[in-house]
């Protein structure tokens, strides 16, 4: 808004009328000289966006790698090398270069935004200076200049309307306002919202139709789209998915527990009198082995695949970790037009002098009443297929957006207007102002010339001869489709003396009422049964728009997101508090950029995750904020580039298919990390035991670094192929397990003391026993290897036991354990192989004791699944249908 502050000119200056606003801005009907232009251009600045610090590409490369996570596994990867674990070490680069590529080309995507809304800006204007017509760049526009406007240009800055001929602008990407805005000279109310200023127009936006003089009333950064572009900066490093969040705090807690285990570990042996050498490589094959180098591979690969899915249902994924934020997502606040609605006017019904009401589908029926308005409505449109001989979903219809809503009811009935003009041709015609409010053809109808009028009820009413009661029944008809958001056009006839062949303003009187053209933006055929599936399945759905509150609440009723009386609200009635009072509403009607922020902040601010879908420049910054930014594939390039996901052919059914893949990709991450950090916690309570009980090393540096690669990467890459999620992911943010639940974290210590007990009892026993100390290692190498190849059929299934899911389900899975038992036979039977690892041959009655304690893990792994998630089963039936809890 023009607020008074630094760079802006006056309070409200909608408020005043044009010569108080030439007063306020020190100019005049005739502009500003080029002496007064060029000082405020060089006191002020260029009208341009604001720019953002950009740092050099060598800093954006090094900034990938300075990542918690990245750091332990830069770290890890080095000492890999040190040990000659040269396979360990190239899955830990690849893993951060894959990583590092991925962060280095997102940080692009503000600049991006940027860019795109600076385009919109930089183009030729024509301003009056010394009293003369000029072109210069938009960007040496200034405060107090005049611009001309016309038909198609882009408006260079903010600007209060002096004079207007039928001025309208196409303001869609700012306000989401579908139709075409009306702009007149006089003055509006101080407290009126952007979207209602009349007499404002402002930069970005199109000139649709008519001329216009206007006064430059803010540049740059203190235009609407200036304030945009702020709020991008603004939000510039928020736009982090939640699966960012949790993995850097993961990184920052593996980090400090097993550098702390390592240098433990290390202590103990040197305090129980083990050579300091093999300690130290011990200590730091720890180190390497339990954190879980295979955790971002495997992740990414799980991101991969269900962005793949994702695509296959029409939404794209420009940003791979927001796809499992999708899964956790709890608010759904979407835009009107172009999500809800189809984003272009259409004919819905006739209202007749009678009051009969014909709906769409009846509106070819043979009745001569309704073939006459139909007939007389088609004459009236201006609009013109630009590719006639093309298909119709190739089509392409210019016009105003009422001119092609009539064409395309034409053609849709069959109802061809050039074959109706060569049966009526037209004669002459008056075009639509707003000062008029009508606009009227003059057509031959046989013999007689036959006037078309077409406009603003409360006109054409007023035109016409009728009686009282048809009036009075037209008046409140037009007050009932007025509040559920429709809009209406009348139309009237006469017919004139034989031979005029000129349409005069003087003959618009004693009309012939016709009846009532209703139009609507409609909402798309999928959303309303889209949006009861998203319900179903837990969302909260509101509708978030800059369009009029009666216009939102109508669209909220009838998709099914207003869910009673007293849920809506306009931007200007927001508290400041909003947190608090947010859940008491449905829809959220006149809202500013800086309002959709704030609402997507107060829902997170209670903690539920949010996705925002827009398709505005308007958008932008509330795309940013949310956990996850979802554009229409319609929409502005702006929007498209602060999103993380794109719907390809804007249906809203595509976010519901999209949350149902997150979540199954949810389950998946939380699968590949239970599993993973399960078995690193195995390998470093296994060490400590005995190392504690003074017994030789349960498992070599060798062998830990092979259990870590073998193990960890083939079947945990395998769970991202899963296609069933979880009840347990299904649930609500709050009770759900997740990376930072304590529940899961109490899962994996009490499954690592229970597998490793039963594992250390085994060594302690050989050992004991006189057993030779390669043959206990190698059994307790083989025993905790065996029991991850087992345990993650169960790991696969946290909602249900094990032996109730088939285990084929997932032919990947099932690929990589044999993988993983035959890459064991490798370290066991091939010589040169186990001299490396120092491991010795076992026989049948050893593999059978191994394949015992497994089995037992498992169901030691299944009692834990039982204590942690019993009472979760509920959830199932639930979730099992719509979002993969099978």
Request: net charge negative; no cysteine.
């Given at each position: 808004?023009?607020?008074?502050?630094?760079?802006?000119?006056?309070?409200?200056?909608?408020?005043?009328?044009?010569?108080?606003?030439?007063?306020?801005?020190?100019?005049?009907?005739?502009?500003?000289?080029?002496?007064?232009?060029?000082?405020?251009?060089?006191?002020?600045?260029p009208?341009?966006?604001?720019?953002?610090?950009?740092?050099?590409?060598?800093?954006?490369?090094?900034?990938?790698?300075?990542?918690?996570?990245?750091?332990?596994?830069?770290?890890?990867g080095?000492?890999?090398?040190?040990?000659?674990?040269?396979?360990?070490?190239?899955?830990?680069?690849?893993?951060v270069?894959?990583?590092?590529?991925i962060?280095?080309?997102?940080?692009?995507?503000?600049?991006?935004?940027?860019?795109?809304?600076?385009?919109?800006l930089?183009?030729?204007?024509?301003?009056?200076?010394?009293g003369?017509?000029?072109?210069?760049?938009?960007?040496?526009?200034?405060?107090?200049?005049?611009?001309?406007?016309?038909?198609?240009?882009?408006?260079?800055?903010?600007?209060?309307?002096?004079?207007?001929?039928d001025?309208?602008?196409n303001e869609?990407?700012?306000?989401?306002?579908?139709?075409?805005?009306?702009?007149?000279?006089?003055?509006?109310?101080?407290?009126?919202?952007?979207?209602?200023?009349?007499?404002?127009?402002?930069?970005?936006t199109?000139?649709?139709a008519?001329?216009?003089?206007?006064?430059?009333?803010?540049?740059?950064?203190?235009?609407?789209?200036?304030?945009?572009?702020?709020?991008?900066?603004?939000?510039?490093?928020?736009?982090?998915?939640?699966?960012?969040?949790?993995?850097?705090?993961?990184?920052?807690?593996?980090?400090?527990?097993?550098?702390?285990?390592?240098?433990l570990?290390?202590?103990?042996?040197?305090?129980?009198?083990?050579?300091?050498?093999?300690?130290?490589?011990?200590?730091?094959?720890?180190?390497?082995?339990?954190?879980?180098?295979?955790?971002?591979?495997?992740?990414?690969?799980?991101?991969?695949?269900?962005?793949?899915?994702?695509?296959?249902?029409?939404?794209?994924?420009?940003?791979?970790?927001?796809?499992?934020?999708?899964?956790?997502?709890?608010?759904?606040?979407?835009?009107?037009?172009?999500?809800?609605t189809?984003?272009?006017?259409?004919?819905?019904?006739?209202?007749?002098?009678?009051?009969?009401?014909?709906?769409?589908?009846?509106?070819?029926?043979?009745?001569?009443?309704?073939?006459?308005?139909?007939?007389?409505?088609?004459?009236?449109?201006?609009?013109?297929?630009?590719?006639?001989?093309?298909?119709?979903?190739e089509?392409?219809?210019?016009?105003?957006?009422?001119?092609?809503?009539?064409?395309?009811?034409?053609?849709?009935?069959?109802?061809?207007?050039?074959?109706?003009?060569e049966?009526?041709?037209?004669?002459?015609?008056?075009?639509?102002?707003?000062?008029?409010?009508?606009?009227?053809?003059?057509?031959?109808?046989?013999?007689?010339?036959?006037?078309?009028?077409?406009?603003?009820?409360?006109?054409?009413?007023?035109?016409?001869?009728?009686?009282?009661?048809?009036?009075?029944?037209?008046?409140?008809k037009?007050?009932?489709?007025a509040?559920?958001?429709?809009?209406?056009?009348?139309?009237?006839?006469?017919?004139?003396?034989?031979?005029?062949?000129?349409?005069?303003?003087?003959?618009?009187?004693?009309?012939?009422?016709?009846?009532?053209?209703?139009?609507?933006?409609?909402?798309?055929?999928?959303?309303?049964?889209?949006?009861?599936?998203?319900?179903?399945?837990?969302?909260?759905?509101?509708?978030?728009?800059?369009?009029?509150?009666?216009?939102?609440?109508?669209?909220?009723?009838?998709?099914?997101?207003?869910?009673?009386?007293?849920?809506?609200?306009?931007?200007?009635?927001?508290?400041?508090?909003?947190?608090?009072?947010?859940?008491?509403?449905?829809?959220?009607?006149?809202?500013?950029?800086e309002?959709?922020?704030?609402?997507?902040?107060?829902?997170?601010?209670n903690?539920?995750?949010?996705?925002?879908?827009?398709?505005?420049?308007?958008?932008?910054?509330?795309?940013?904020?949310?956990?996850?930014?979802?554009?229409?594939?319609?929409g502005?390039?702006?929007?498209?580039?602060?999103?993380?996901?794109?719907?390809?052919?804007?249906?809203?059914?595509?976010?519901?298919?999209a949350?149902?893949?997150?979540?199954?990709?949810?389950?998946?991450?939380?699968?590949?990390?239970?599993?993973?950090?399960?078995?690193?916690f195995?390998?470093?309570?296994?060490?400590?035991?005995?190392?504690?009980?003074?017994?030789?090393?349960?498992?070599?540096?060798?062998?830990?670094?092979?259990?870590?690669?073998?193990?960890?990467?083939?079947?945990?890459?395998?769970?991202?192929?899963?296609?069933?999620?979880?009840?347990?992911?299904?649930?609500?943010?709050?009770?759900?397990?997740?990376?930072?639940?304590?529940?899961?974290?109490?899962?994996?210590?009490?499954?690592?003391?229970i597998?490793?007990?039963?594992?250390?009892?085994?060594?302690?026993?050989?050992?004991?026993?006189?057993s030779?100390?390669?043959?206990?290692?190698?059994?307790?190498?083989?025993?905790?290897?065996?029991?991850?190849?087992?345990?993650?059929?169960?790991?696969?299934?946290?909602?249900?036991?094990?032996?109730?899911?088939?285990?084929?389900?997932?032919?990947?899975?099932?690929?990589?354990?044999?993988?993983?038992?035959?890459?064991?036979?490798v370290?066991?039977y091939?010589?040169?192989?186990?001299?490396?690892?120092?491991?010795?041959?076992?026989?049948?009655?050893?593999?059978?004791?191994?394949?015992?304690?497994?089995?037992?893990?498992?169901?030691?792994f299944?009692f834990?699944?039982?204590?942690?998630?019993?009472?979760?089963?509920?959830?199932?039936?639930?979730?099992?249908?719509?979002?993969?809890?099978?």
């Amino acid at each position: 808004m023009n607020d008074t502050k630094e760079g802006t000119t006056t309070l409200n200056i909608y408020a005043l009328t044009a010569q108080e606003a030439f007063e306020r801005l020190g100019s005049g009907p005739e502009g500003l000289t080029t002496r007064e232009a060029t000082r405020r251009l060089e006191e002020k600045g260029p009208n341009a966006l604001p720019r953002q610090h950009d740092r050099g590409i060598l800093a954006i490369a090094f900034a990938q790698f300075t990542d918690p996570f990245i750091l332990i596994l830069l770290a890890a990867g080095v000492i890999s090398l040190v040990l000659s674990a040269v396979v360990d070490a190239a899955i830990i680069f690849a893993a951060v270069l894959i990583n590092g590529v991925i962060g280095f080309f997102q940080e692009y995507k503000v600049s991006e935004i940027i860019k795109r809304l600076k385009s919109q800006l930089r183009h030729a204007a024509v301003v009056v200076r010394d009293g003369q017509m000029r072109t210069v760049d938009s960007a040496q526009v200034v405060v107090g200049d005049v611009v001309i406007l016309r038909q198609g240009d882009r408006i260079p800055a903010d600007a209060r309307v002096i004079k207007e001929s039928d001025l309208r602008t196409n303001e869609v990407p700012l306000t989401g306002e579908s139709m075409p805005v009306e702009k007149v000279p006089e003055p509006v109310d101080d407290d009126t919202p952007v979207s209602d200023r009349a007499n404002m127009v402002y930069s970005g936006t199109l000139v649709e139709a008519g001329t216009g003089r206007v006064l430059i009333t803010a540049t740059g950064t203190h235009t609407e789209i200036g304030r945009i572009a702020a709020l991008v900066l603004r939000e510039r490093g928020k736009d982090i998915t939640p699966l960012q969040r949790k993995f850097r705090k993961l990184a920052k807690v593996l980090g400090l527990v097993f550098v702390g285990l390592s240098i433990l570990l290390f202590a103990i042996g040197i305090i129980v009198g083990l050579d300091p050498l093999m300690m130290f490589l011990t200590a730091v094959a720890v180190a390497v082995a339990a954190v879980p180098e295979s955790l971002p591979i495997a992740v990414s690969v799980v991101l991969a695949v269900g962005a793949r899915r994702i695509l296959e249902k029409g939404g794209l994924v420009r940003k791979m970790s927001a796809a499992e934020a999708l899964g956790s997502v709890e608010v759904i606040a979407t835009d009107k037009t172009a999500t809800l609605t189809e984003g272009r006017m259409s004919v819905v019904r006739f209202v007749l002098p009678d009051g009969t009401e014909v709906e769409r589908e009846a509106m070819g029926q043979d009745d001569a009443e309704v073939a006459e308005l139909f007939r007389f409505l088609l004459l009236s449109s201006d609009a013109f297929v630009e590719n006639p001989e093309a298909s119709e979903r190739e089509r392409r219809i210019s016009g105003s957006p009422i001119d092609k809503a009539i064409l395309m009811l034409g053609l849709n009935e069959g109802r061809n207007r050039k074959e109706l003009e060569e049966q009526f041709p037209r004669l002459d015609g008056i075009p639509f102002s707003a000062a008029l409010k009508y606009s009227a053809v003059l057509n031959r109808v046989r013999d007689r010339s036959v006037l078309s009028v077409l406009g603003a009820p409360e006109v054409i009413l007023a035109a016409s001869s009728m009686d009282e009661a048809v009036a009075e029944r037209m008046g409140a008809k037009t007050e009932a489709l007025a509040s559920q958001g429709l809009r209406m056009l009348a139309l009237a006839t006469k017919e004139l003396s034989e031979g005029t062949e000129k349409a005069e303003q003087d003959a618009i009187g004693d009309l012939r009422f016709r009846g009532l053209v209703v139009f609507s933006d409609p909402i798309r055929s999928d959303v309303i049964e889209a949006v009861r599936q998203s319900q179903e399945a837990g969302n909260r759905l509101v509708i978030v728009t800059g369009d009029h509150i009666k216009t939102a609440e109508y669209i909220g009723r009838q998709v099914g997101i207003l869910q009673g009386h007293g849920r809506v609200i306009e931007g200007r009635n927001l508290p400041e508090d909003l947190a608090l009072v947010v859940e008491r509403y449905d829809v959220f009607a006149r809202v500013s950029p800086e309002d959709k922020v704030r609402i997507v902040e107060a829902f997170q601010s209670n903690g539920k995750r949010i996705a925002m879908i827009g398709d505005g420049v308007n958008d932008a910054p509330a795309l940013l904020r949310a956990d996850i930014g979802v554009a229409v594939g319609s929409g502005t390039d702006v929007a498209k580039d602060a999103s993380d996901l794109v719907l390809l052919n804007d249906s809203f059914r595509i976010i519901v298919e999209a949350i149902r893949q997150g979540r199954i990709l949810f389950a998946n991450i939380l699968k590949v990390t239970l599993f993973l950090l399960s078995s690193a916690f195995s390998e470093i309570l296994l060490i400590m035991g005995s190392l504690l009980a003074g017994l030789p090393l349960a498992l070599l540096p060798g062998q830990i670094l092979w259990v870590n690669i073998i193990v960890d990467g083939l079947p945990a890459i395998s769970l991202a192929f899963d296609r069933q999620g979880t009840a347990v992911s299904a649930a609500s943010a709050r009770h759900r397990l997740d990376l930072s639940s304590p529940r899961l974290w109490a899962m994996i210590l009490l499954f690592s003391v229970i597998t490793d007990g039963a594992l250390f009892a085994l060594f302690a026993w050989l050992i004991s026993n006189g057993s030779a100390v390669d043959y206990a290692r190698t059994m307790a190498f083989g025993g905790i290897g065996i029991t991850a190849l087992l345990y993650v059929f169960s790991v696969r299934v946290l909602d249900r036991p094990v032996w109730k899911a088939n285990p084929f389900s997932n032919p990947a899975l099932v690929f990589a354990v044999a993988a993983g038992f035959i890459l064991y036979g490798v370290a066991l039977y091939v010589p040169r192989v186990a001299e490396l690892l120092q491991t010795v041959p076992l026989n049948g009655n050893d593999w059978f004791l191994l394949l015992t304690l497994g089995l037992f893990n498992v169901a030691m792994f299944e009692f834990v699944k039982r204590l942690f998630l019993n009472g979760r089963q509920r959830l199932k039936a639930q979730y099992a249908g719509e979002y993969g809890g099978a």
